[in-house]
Each structure stands twice: as structure tokens, then as C-alpha cells.
């Protein structure tokens, strides 16, 4: 079975796309429809620099929310920021 491709609204180019929706609802189907596999990899490694700056507990309300709209930023809006005062690990 060939690749479902996708104009990737992160990369700009034409991509492999995800196999399913990765979140549930409009958020989920849009990143399904205009999001690559390869950029999806990269919000994965953002996600979790969110996870643990922040110290989110994805179970809660409260995280799942915060996690949608920064998924929103990366995705289709500004671009998420990092935290304050965040220094990548070298």
C-alpha cells in the first residue's frame, strides 16, 4: 500500500503523512490532514521537553489542555515557545 502524502503546513513540502489522527477531535483530524510524519517526530521531541520543563501529568485535564493549544502553536499558529529560562542539554 503507497504512503498517504501530505503538504506539510510545518515543512512546506510534500510528506509522508500519519497513519491515524494522533489526537482525538477537530485538532486531531487537522493535524491528520496537513501535518507530516517527520514533523510529527518533531513535535513528539518537543512534547517532551514540555513534559519535563513544565512537569506535566498528561492524564490531567489541565496538562491534556495546555498540550492542545501548544500542539496548536507548533502546528498552525506562532510556533510553540520554549519555557522560560529553558537551556537545551548539549
Not at 29 to 35: A, D, G
Request: proline share 8%; aromatic share 12%; glycine share 6%.
Amino acid at each position: 500500500m503507497a504512503q498517504r502524502m501530505v503538504k506539510c503546513v510545518k515543512l512546506h513540502k510534500e510528506l509522508p503523512g500519519l497513519e491515524e489522527p494522533p489526537w482525538a477531535g477537530d485538532l486531531g483530524q487537522r493535524i491528520y490532514e496537513n501535518v507530516s510524519q517527520e514533523a510529527w517526530n518533531q513535535w513528539l521531541n518537543f512534547l517532551r521537553m514540555l513534559i519535563n520543563e513544565y512537569r506535566l501529568v498528561p492524564s490531567t485535564k489541565e496538562a491534556q489542555e495546555f498540550i492542545a493549544n501548544q500542539m496548536e502553536q507548533f502546528f498552525f499558529g506562532e510556533g510553540s515557545a520554549h519555557p522560560p529560562g529553558y537551556v537545551p542539554i548539549k
